[in-house]
């Protein structure tokens, strides 16, 4: 069964940065539109970024949550069939379990599933 993969999580200091990357755990099946999401303890899940599908040679429309607006970037190859989450100047605030949730189309079919990665924590220390 396919799955969303993802790594690149850690922990680092008030200012640093971390990338973080997602693809399907069988290359057959091919990301469409994409969104990174987090959970801190004790909180709901929020939408951090998210890129649309729009081709393979085209990068994508994004949209980011005001919180992350000018430190986060979101990001797709579509060629490696990978999505990213660059996030630079972290704070305290953004620590939390980061998710994957993308839909994906396997090859030489028309379906197309919705899926969510396993999360990646993220620490950011002051």
């Known amino acids: 069964q396919v799955q969303l993969v993802e790594s690149g999580g850690g922990m680092v200091q008030a200012g640093g940065s971390l990338t973080l990357s997602c693809t399907t755990s069988l290359s057959r099946y091919k990301l469409r539109d994409a969104g990174w999401y987090r959970q801190a303890p004790g909180k709901q899940r929020e939408v951090v970024a998210s890129?649309?599908?729009?081709?393979?040679?085209?990068?994508?429309?994004?949209v980011y949550a005001d919180s992350v607006k000018g430190r986060f970037t979101v990001s797709r190859d579509n060629s490696k069939n990978m999505v990213y989450l660059q996030m630079n100047a972290l704070k305290p605030e953004d620590t939390g379990v980061y998710y994957c949730?993308?839909?994906?189309?396997?090859?030489?079919?028309?379906?197309?599933?919705?899926?969510w990665g396993q999360g990646t924590q993220v620490t950011v220390s002051s």
């Open positions: 949730n993308a839909q994906a189309v396997r090859m030489f079919s028309s379906s197309i599933s919705d899926y």
């Open positions: 890129i649309s599908y729009r081709g393979l040679n085209y990068p994508g429309e994004t």
